[in-house]
């Protein structure tokens, strides 16, 4: 199983940045998609999630700025950031729940980094 994360960068603070992750198993093996960030020295933070109906959860801190979304054919989960601070600057990773195997999958993490 593979995830592949894209999308990251250096950006100004207050501009958008989105991300992208290609999930290499079949969708329907999935009952969770998501993004965690890990700042140094900090433990990783959920920041978004997408359960297969559709529901969607976010940190408070970045509800309204952040918007998790998927597309089924071509196997990949986004997260579009807007407004970004320079405290969302981490390594974003994202991850799946497979229900079926009971397992979760890790993307390798992509930088963000907001200049203020």
């Known amino acids: 199983v593979q995830l592949q994360a894209s999308g990251g960068g250096l950006v100004q603070s207050g501009g958008s940045l989105r991300l992208s992750c290609i999930v290499s198993?079949?969708?329907?093996?999935?009952?969770?998609m998501g993004w965690f960030r890990q700042s140094p020295g900090k433990q990783r933070e959920l920041v978004a999630t997408?359960?297969?109906?559709?529901?969607?959860n976010y940190a408070d801190s970045v509800k309204g700025r952040f918007t998790i979304s998927r597309d089924d054919a071509k196997n990949t989960v986004y997260l579009q950031m807007n407004s970004l601070k320079p405290e969302d600057t981490a390594v974003y990773y994202c991850?799946?729940?497979?229900?079926?195997?009971?397992?979760?999958?890790w993307g390798q993490g992509t930088l963000v980094t907001v200049s203020s």
């Open positions: 991850y799946v729940r497979d229900y079926v195997l009971d397992a979760t999958y």
């Open positions: 198993i079949s969708r329907f093996r999935i009952n969770v």
């Open positions: 997408l359960a297969d109906d559709d529901s969607t």
